[in-house]
T-cell receptor, first 112, second 117 residues
Framework: DAGVIQSPRHEVTEMGQEVTLRCKPI?????LFWYRQTMMRGLELLIY????????DSGMPEDRFSAKMPNASFSTLKIQPSEPRDSAVYFC??????????FGPGTRLTVL | GQQLNQSPQSMFIQEGEDVSMNCTSS?????WLWYKQEPGEGPVLLIA?????ELTSNGRLTAQFGITRKDSFLNISASIPSDVGIYFC?????????????????FGKGTLLTVNP
């Protein structure tokens, strides 16, 4: 079975530009999670969805961040406008009703 | 919010040695998970623990869910070079207000393991 798929794997952009990260969860998983990983703060949950509905977005840093899940097989995390402090690795993870989350390979974002 | 204290931060060991790392929390968790992350990859689930006192093995890995539900440890026996990576603990606390469907994992800061051949 294919795991969680994320694209792009690497993204380099300039401050002020819009960035869109994409995720395809494992088929049949009802939960989808977006995380951010930095050296300073470790892994942080940004937002998660259940059956395509956002359940908790309290981890989203600010209004520049938004996430959508238009269907069960696709989600996006958008940053507009991007800032250098947004540089991090962004992970998508999915799970069934159980609590074991499976992570994608991540998108390494660099904002210059 | 919840915080997990994971120790040690890093370990440098010789191939063949056993490794032990642990996580403690100020709050109770209902589930403990252990993940391994290799460079350029996402965390991979190693072991999941669901009951206080539970001891679970996965090959050379053994993890235990502490009786107080505030801690967990992971042991790796007879380490090999491919064990190199960052090991994360993660805890899950059901939110009573959500009827037990809250899946917000709290992660430790990780233990960086280096194995010298």
């Amino acid at each position: 079975d294919a795991g969680v798929i994320q694209s792009p794997r690497h993204e380099v952009t300039e401050m002020g530009q819009e960035v869109t990260l994409r995720c395809k969860p494992i088929s049949g998983h009802d939960y989808l999670f977006w995380y951010r990983q930095t050296m300073m703060r470790g892994l942080e949950l940004l937002i998660y969805f259940n059956n395509n509905v956002p359940i908790d977005d309290s981890g989203m840093p600010e209004d520049r961040f938004s996430a959508k899940m238009p269907n069960a097989s696709f989600s996006t995390l958008k940053i507009q406008p991007s800032e250098p402090r947004d540089s991090a690795v962004y992970f998508c993870a999915s799970s069934r009703v159980a609590d074991t989350q499976y992570f994608g390979p991540g998108t390494r974002l660099t904002v210059l | 919010g919840q915080q997990l204290n994971q120790s040690p931060q890093s370990m440098f060991i010789q191939e063949g040695e056993d490794v032990s790392m642990n996580c403690t929390s100020s709050s109770i968790f209902n589930t403990w998970l252990w993940y391994k992350q290799e460079p350029g990859e996402g965390p991979v689930l190693l072991i999941a623990l669901y009951k206080a006192g539970e001891l679970t093995s996965n090959g050379r890995l053994t993890a235990q869910f502490g009786i107080t539900r505030k801690d967990s440890f992971l042991n790796i026996s007879a380490s090999i070079p491919s064990d190199v990576g960052i090991y994360f603990c993660a805890g899950l606390e059901d939110d009573p207000d959500s009827g037990g469907s809250n899946y917000k994992l709290t992660f430790g800061k990780g233990t960086l393991l280096t194995v010298n051949p």
